[in-house]
């Protein structure tokens, strides 16, 4: 078993005595499927690529951009490579375009190690990468969480989370940053294993039996 492994083991085990919520949910959904994209700039084209589209619009696009850049994957000198006129034909916008191409530039001329990120302490990732435009602080974080791995991190912007905190706690309205805070509070230092479960929690079947 990898470390990350037995991290989200002992993360269910918090997660079930913290609260009769996420009992439940451990109960129903666990163990937990987190999985890594360890390619971190993999990770990043595909939290770009999927703002503010469907999911399903966000695949397509992904499989047209592997499609186009062929061998050796998407990587910052293969999209680099691809320009602007290629990611436009296959479905990006010319804001999105040049944010995937911002960050291969950051990547092959202005120093960006995304290799060393692990490294770093998680205040230091999400600065770095909030330098970046098109990257804000719920991207840095999805990469905290769907990259590095780090366990205890807190997306409070993220709808979805919010969402399934009003719908466990039957609030009248989303929270906002202090009460979710507050309400994850009792699950860290597993926040980022909760939210998973948070997210996991508004799929339909889910949804329809918690109702």
Not at 22 to 39: E, I, K, S, Y
Not at 73 to 88: F, H, N, T
Not at 128 to 150: C, E, N, P, Y
Not at 170 to 188: I, K, T, V
Request: overall charge positive; hydrophobic content about 40%; glycine content about 8%.
């Amino acid at each position: 078993m990898t470390s990350f492994e037995e991290m989200l083991r002992n993360a269910d085990r918090h997660l079930e005595c913290s609260c009769p919520h996420m009992r439940d949910l451990v109960a129903r959904v666990g163990p937990c499927g987190l999985r890594l994209q360890r390619d971190g700039f993999q990770m990043l084209v595909r939290s770009i690529t999927a703002q503010q589209i469907s999911g399903a619009a966000a695949r397509a696009i992904r499989g047209r951009l592997e499609d186009r850049v062929g061998s050796p994957g998407v990587c910052a000198r293969s999209v680099r490579a691809c320009g602007e006129d290629c990611l436009r034909e296959i479905g990006y916008s010319a804001r999105k375009a040049s944010y995937v191409l911002g960050l291969a530039d950051a990547v092959l001329e202005q120093g960006l190690d995304l290799d060393a990120m692990p490294a770093l302490d998680s205040d230091e990732v999400v600065r770095q990468l909030t330098d970046l435009r098109g990257i804000g602080v719920w991207t840095a974080k999805m990469f905290l969480i769907f990259s590095l791995g780090r366990p205890d991190v807190v997306p409070h912007e993220d709808l979805g989370v919010r969402q399934a905190l009003r719908r466990l706690h039957g609030l009248a309205a989303l929270p906002g940053r202090s009460e979710a805070l507050e309400l994850f509070r009792p699950w860290r230092p597993y926040g980022s294993v909760a939210s998973w479960y948070c997210w996991r929690s508004l799929e339909p079947r889910l949804a329809k039996e918690a109702s």
